[in-house]
């Protein structure tokens, strides 16, 4: 158990609808990850954010959005759902958000767009 | 985009033998790590290595990293049966200062008991 916890398991919804997946890091640690795996694109990094704010940006789309609380746990948007959304959403946590850290992966959440 | 890619995409290997693993990487890094993920589930750090280093032990598992050829390794000995799961190298690209680590292709290993 990494200590991040993330919901729901699973996701199953409509092309078209808007979804929120919730991340909480592990206890004491600022910065979180959001990544999304599918079997076409593999691992992506999306959108990362240290202490509240957002600290690096990757491959997320407009419909996407993210937020830290602060309470730390994080919030993953999700809208106008398009079939290819479907896939693997991780989030992972570390202690400072620098280079040469270990990143703690949650369970992920399986979206699946029908 | 990818920034590694491991070879071979697949390996499957009697329990027991050792499993070599390959990354390749296309830019500069300041450390690589290795991950692990059994089926459909979350990842797990096995090893960091960076870039001043050479090669690193853990328990069974030796890592390599090459900059010059932008490539690691990951050895993996005495494989066991639980040690089947895909493997993934991740290298940093710094970010203003902070990490955005960047995925290669994934190795899927089955060790066959």
């Known amino acids: 158990d990494s200590g991040v916890t993330q919901t729901p398991k699973h996701l199953i919804t409509a092309t078209g609808q808007r979804v929120t997946l919730r991340c909480s890091p592990r206890?004491?640690?600022?910065?979180v990850y959001w990544y999304q795996q599918s079997l076409d694109q593999g691992l992506q990094f999306l959108i990362q954010y240290y202490n509240g704010e957002e600290r690096a940006k990757g491959n997320i789309l407009e419909r996407f959005s993210a937020q830290q609380f602060p309470d730390l746990h994080s919030e993953l948007n999700l809208s106008s759902l398009e079939l290819g959304d479907s896939a693997l959403y991780f989030c992972?946590?570390?202690?400072?958000?620098?280079?040469?850290?270990?990143?703690?992966f949650g369970p992920g959440t399986r979206l699946t767009v029908l | 985009s990818q920034q590694g890619e491991e070879d071979p995409q697949a390996l499957s290997i009697q329990e027991g033998e050792n499993a070599t693993m390959n990354c390749s990487y296309k830019?500069?890094?300041?450390?690589l790590q290795w991950y692990r993920q059994n089926s459909g589930r979350g990842l797990v750090h096995l090893i960091l290595?960076?870039?001043?280093?050479r090669e690193k032990h853990s328990g069974r598992l030796r890592v390599t990293l090459d900059t010059s050829k932008k490539s690691s390794s990951l050895l993996i000995t005495a494989s066991r049966a639980a040690d089947t799961a895909s493997y993934f190298c991740a290298t940093d690209a710094t970010y203003f200062g902070n990490e955005k680590l960047t995925f290669g292709t994934g190795t899927r290993l089955t060790i066959i008991p």
């Open positions: 830019t500069s890094i300041n450390n």
């Open positions: 206890s004491g640690d600022l910065s």
């Open positions: 992972a946590s570390t202690g400072s958000g620098g280079s040469g850290n270990e990143q703690f």
């Open positions: 290595i960076r870039s001043n280093e």
